[in-house]
């Protein structure tokens, strides 16, 4: 019996090498096919970068709560909202480095920092930047998200050794308007700009279940994947309605246009951690295992995503063990870290660069 999407009949070169040219008509043709053919493509593409069976997992923190002067309209976080959260100052460099230490402990490679602000002053950024120093010594990867950057903080960042920063687009363009007003979709596209320019990784997806169309969703994946590089880490998350946000009580999405997504994305950005982010902690373990099935190979563990609930750590650690996944270890400068690595990200960045993968196998190196 023939497949019945002629994706699925193409090389197997032309179904996962880099491209940076995709247009909404195609990254659309990929979210309409049979799940069964998308499913083939994305395993196809992920089995070509890397291990199928290993995902990557950070922990975020909240160093800075609430009284975002932002109105994103799903955010707990915004002033502009009442959502009942207490807003927090600062946290002191030592809290969040016992953190980072625990979240260690738990597993984590990689320990993101979430600050609610439009953009950091530059003085609060040097707080930042002794927190990244002081995680990055504890062996773990740092990411921190602060909203948007400007050219020189980027650098300040990287040259305190800091690996990624976030920075989503949350949904396309054109349903932008119906989410944000207080930022434009060109700024948040210029600080992903400063952030690539400093030579930064880029942590940067996006948000379903908000309203908008699979056409919508079609279209954000077409502006990540249209970067002049792909951003190493795609978070796709699913709206967490939070009573208070202007999104609360917005129609729940088809759990399926969820699967479909993320299997479109590591279709059209092959190389990438394609991450199954907020809203993991209502999601069925079958729902999520579909989702590593398409593709995702990235969570946040703990039981905090910021200012909601997560699949809590001893969850993952039972859905983990079910599905036969590993935690993905991190190698820096050169020393395996606790949690047996065999593999470090210099590795596996050189392995993404291959513009055509020459082997189908199931393992990456
Ligand atoms: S998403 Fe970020 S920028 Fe938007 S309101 Fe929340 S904390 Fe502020």
Redesign the pocket.
Known sequence: MPPSSPRATAPFEDRTRLRHDWSIDEASAQLDQPLNDLLFAAQSAHRAYFDPNQVQVSTLLSIKTGA?P???GY?S??AQHETGLERERLLPVDEVLESARAAKQDGATRFCMGA?W?NPTDKNLEQVVAMVRGVKALGLETCVTL?MLARHQAKRLRDAGLDYYNHNLDTSPEYYGQVISTRTYQDRLQTLEHVREAGLKTCSGGILGMGESRRDRASMLVQLATLPAHPESVPINLLVQVEGTPLFGTEALDPFELVRTIAAARVMMPGSYVRLSAGRAAMSDELQALCFAAGANSVFCGDRLLTTDNAAAERDQQLFARLGLQPEAVALEGRDQPGACHKSVDQDVAFRDRQHPESFSGLRA
């Open positions: 975002c932002e109105d994103c955010c976080q915004s609610a439009r909203g």
